[in-house]
Every structure is written in C-alpha cells, then in structure tokens.
C-alpha cells in the first residue's frame, strides 16, 4: 500500500539553528554542535527557523518506519543541543566493595567481587562521567553516545560463573532523560 505524502515537523527551541547540505544535517545550539548523515532517494529534510519538516512522497511501509526513524534521530539531536541528556546509574555491592572512577575516555571498577584485575568499560564521543560514592552520573548531548556509555558500564559488570540472585553486585541504571536544571 502506497502512502502519498507523509510529513513529521520537530519543532526548534528558542535559540538552535539547523541547517541540511546534501545528506549532512547539523544542529547547533546553545550546549553545542552535532552532524549526522541522513540519506534516502525518497525522504528530506527541510529546516527552517522555528521546525525541520521531514517529509517522503510515495511511501512504502519501510520508507514510512524510516521517516519516523528520521524524526526521532533529529528530535534527540535538537534535545541534546538544546537541553543535553542526563543518565543516573547505581553502584551496588553487597560483597565487596566496588570502587567506580573515571579516567580519560575510560571508566575504572576496581574491587568487583573482589577481582585483583580492574575492569575498563569505554567512553563513548564527549560524554561526560562523574562517579560520586555510589552513584554514576553520565552527561553529553548525543544521545546515543550516552546511552552506550551506560550500556558499556553495565556490561562490564555483568556477573558470570556465580548464582545471580546472591551475588546482584554491578552498575545498574536509575533514571534516564533531558537535563531540566540547566
């Protein structure tokens, strides 16, 4: 089935610019800059002053998920330069106490379940990591780049060859979002 036209507008805040070359979108605001490619035969991209307008003509059932695709990636690309995203993760031990720093592009957790060895989870692009005691906080403004940070610090902690319901020590997410306070 052959949808005609279908158009999704992201609206931008007050005092961030988009601009679209080619497959190259870029946003820029008041916490920074961010690119990404964006290409498709059948999809564009239109920015103006106060929206970006993605719209595709003649669509398929995969090019219509694309276009919602395409207006989720730039929706958190204007968040992010706009407000930037905030991950808060856990540090929990009942064991051994861990002992979580950030260093360079790397995060350091000394002491899991008692390991001689450290354990190295990557930072991701210009995400920042602040780990305070017991908790872990990871800031930037690409979201995905977030994300996979904490995703790196889960994983690095994740529990293997012990019974999992005893041994529940690891990094774990809390909460997720915008940056309001800012």
């Known amino acids: 089935m052959l949808i005609e036209e279908l158009t999704h507008t992201v609206p931008l805040p007050e005092g961030v610019s988009a601009s679209y070359d080619g497959a190259t979108f870029a946003v820029e605001g008041p916490r920074g800059k961010l690119e990404r ?15 970006v307008v993605v719209s595709g003509k003649k669509l398929r059932k995969r090019q219509k998920a694309l276009l919602g695709t395409w207006r989720a990636h730039l929706s958190n690309m204007v968040n992010g330069v706009a407000f930037g995203f905030r991950y808060q993760m856990k540090v ?9 720093s950030a260093k360079g592009n790397t995060v350091v957790i000394d002491n899991f379940l008692g390991e001689k060895a450290s354990r190295h989870a990557a930072i991701v692009g210009d995400t920042k990591v602040i780990a305070k005691g017991d908790s872990v906080t990871i800031e930037g403004n690409d979201r995905e780049a977030v994300g996979q940070t904490a995703a790196n610090l889960e994983r ?5 060859g012990r019974d999992i319901r005893v041994f529940q020590d690891g990094i774990y997410l809390v909460s997720k979002g915008v940056i309001h306070d800012a």
């Open 37 to 51: 490619d964006f290409s498709h035969p059948q999809l564009g991209i239109q920015p103006g002053d106060d929206a």
């Open 92 to 100: 929990v031990f009942a064991h051994f106490p861990m002992k979580v």
């Open 156 to 160: 690095a902690t994740v529990v293997k």
